[in-house]
């Protein structure tokens, strides 16, 4: 039983670690949330939510930036910074950064870029993740406000900015992206 429980513990931080949550979220909110469902810590589970973390930033931003044939690679990174599930949803609140590129004069030209905290509530059934609601805080002077009155107590102080290497990790899967002959 105990081997289980190790190899258990292990697993979670390992999941943790890969998905995207930050050393200080680690040691503030321990292994994981109370409020996470044990099924959540499930890697299928987890890598589910992951993909539909990733796809709803992708298609919640596809439109707000300027289009064209040009404009042929978009990408995003997120941080999770707690996730709060129920029999058939989970809402996730996160730090998200979304990138746009296109091919230019033999480089990759970001040509579009947001970040900001947001919560995503998910449907869930069958295993399948369904965007409900996606949530951004409002601009200007009530952006603090709202941001205090949707995310949980918990993490009203958390910083809401990505770490620089955001933007690194998606300059450099553009840069992937256009050297494997994408244009």
């Not at 105990?2 to 200080?24: D, H, M, P, W």
């Not at 399948?128 to 941001?147: A, C, F, L, M, R």
Request: charged share 30%; with cysteine; aromatic share 8%.
């Amino acid at each position: 039983m105990k081997k289980y429980i190790s190899v258990g513990a292990v697993l979670v931080v390992c999941l943790l670690v890969l998905s995207g949550c930050t050393e200080q979220q680690r040691k503030d909110n321990g292994q994981i949330d109370p409020d996470v469902r044990d099924e959540q810590v499930d890697t299928n589970t987890n890598e589910l939510l992951e993909q539909a973390i990733s796809d709803a930033i992708l298609s919640h931003n596809k439109d707000v930036f300027r289009d064209g044939d040009r404009q042929t690679f978009t990408t995003e990174y997120h941080e999770v910074i707690k996730v709060v599930s129920s029999e058939n949803t989970a809402e996730v609140y996160l730090l998200a950064l979304y990138a746009q590129y296109q091919y230019e004069d033999g480089e990759a030209d970001l040509t579009g870029a947001s970040s900001m905290p947001c919560a995503i509530t998910f449907e869930i059934e069958d295993g399948t993740y369904s965007v409900k609601e996606y949530w951004e805080p409002e601009d200007g002077e009530n952006y603090k406000n709202s941001i205090r009155e949707k995310f949980p107590d918990d993490i009203d102080d958390v910083d809401i900015e990505l770490p620089s290497e955001a933007m690194d990790v998606c300059n450099q899967r553009a840069n992937e992206f256009f050297e494997n002959g994408h244009r």
